[in-house]
Nanobody
Framework: QVQLVESGGGLVQAGGSLRLSCAAS????????MGWFRQAPGKEREFVAA????????YYADSVKGRFTISRDNAKNTVYLQMNSLKPEDSAIYYC??????????????????WGQGTQVTVSS
């Protein structure tokens, strides 16, 4: 079992920044690939970013490349999503997820085994 708790969401103006955090517990965090997904009202959940066990490899959706950065601190069992140059279309509930079998390279939500409860991000124009 892995428990995931996201934080850091909120309301921000277009062009602003937010940093999301996801605290993990329950398994050896340093052996788990982690990802961020988001879901806007009326839309399917979509991949945002992922990071490998040790943090050497990162993966991004084209829509966020160059604006978002995923990172992790294995000593703190936490993964982060730094979001810069936010746009109204980034508004969604953001979910942290754990992939205990893979390396984080798959963008498919079905590859992830555990999910957090989500944190709302709203970007005003």
């Amino acid at each position: 079992q892995v428990q995931l708790v996201e934080s850091g969401g909120g309301l921000v103006q277009a062009g602003g920044s937010l940093r999301l955090s996801c605290a993990a517990s329950g398994r050896t965090f340093s052996r788990i690939a982690m990802g961020w997904f988001r879901q806007a009202p009326g839309k399917e959940r979509e991949f945002v970013a992922a990071i490998s066990w040790g943090g050497a490899r990162t993966y991004y959706a084209d829509s966020v490349k160059g604006r978002f950065t995923i990172s992790r601190d294995n000593a703190k069992n936490t993964v982060y999503l730094q979001m810069n140059s936010l746009k109204p279309e980034d508004s969604a509930i953001y979910y942290c997820a754990a992939d205990i079998h893979g390396d984080g390279s798959s963008p498919r939500s079905s590859e992830y085994d555990y999910w957090g409860q989500g944190t709302q991000v709203t970007v005003s124009s």
